[in-house]
């Protein structure tokens, strides 16, 4: 009996796989296709123009480069403006080629720190970090301390390279405001950085040899000097005058 129960219950559960088949088939076929077209478009379609636009982009990079060293300023700028605003993962590189293209070619320093300001970011990349420490240089000038300051950001406080060429700048900046003190103490911690690069350390030294050290004043005598008391030296009394002789008559 209890093998006529469960051949029982085997075809009903055919019976119902078959309807839930006959009613759903077509939607699993439709998905099937769907997943196909899929692979096949991404494979021969998107795969091959993302390819394509890839080269096509590291092809005007090298065009930039190119026109750039050969100093074609024009050319090289509308080939790094392109890549600058096409956003893909080259735009930060270009943006810093931009930036010097512009500054080299017409000594645009403005120009340069604009190209410079849509990518620059302490939370970026290595890229976008140096861009913002460009654009700092470029704007420095022109700015107060407090302003400098504001443009670096967090970027001072970086332990590695970008960091202390970051202070490098700001002791550069206070030295150049007449704040001596406190260049010479950026310029100081410099040259023991460890994460400073050697040449930050050295101009750090030559700044140290350069910069005049704070001259210290001498501290006030604390006991005032006694007052000279006026002594009265009497003069010796003048020696009596020989008393004039009398004329005698002879």
Known sequence: ????????????RQDKLEGWWARYQYFVYGAFALVLVAVAVNEFVLIPRANAARAARALEMEKGLSELHNGSYVAAQSAFSDLAEG?????????????QTLYEGGGDAKGAADALAA???????????????????FLA????????????????????????????????KAFATGDNARARTEFNRLRYDAAAPEGVKRRAELALAAIPAPVETPAAATDAA??????V???????????ESEETGQ
């Not at 009996?1 to 009903?12: A, H, K, Q, R, T």
């Not at 700015?143 to 700001?170: K, N, W």
């Not at 030296?233 to 008393?243: G, H, I």
């Open 233 to 243: 030296t009497e003069a010796p009394a003048p020696a009596p005058t020989p008393a």
């Open 119 to 137: 990518i620059g970011s302490v939370e970026g990349g290595p890229y976008e970090r140096l861009a913002l420490l460009k654009k700092a240089y």
């Open 141 to 172: 000038d022109d700015q107060s301390m407090v302003e400098l300051e504001a443009t670096l950001g967090s970027l001072v406080d970086d332990e590695g390279p970008l960091g202390a060429l970051a202070r490098e700048l700001v002791a550069a």
């Open 1 to 12: 009996m209890s093998d006529i129960f469960g051949e029982v219950d085997e075809s009903l």
């Open 87 to 99: 956003g893909s993962k080259l735009a930060p590189l270009a943006a810093n080629y931009l930036a």
């Open 226 to 231: 006694p007052e000279a008391t006026d002594t």
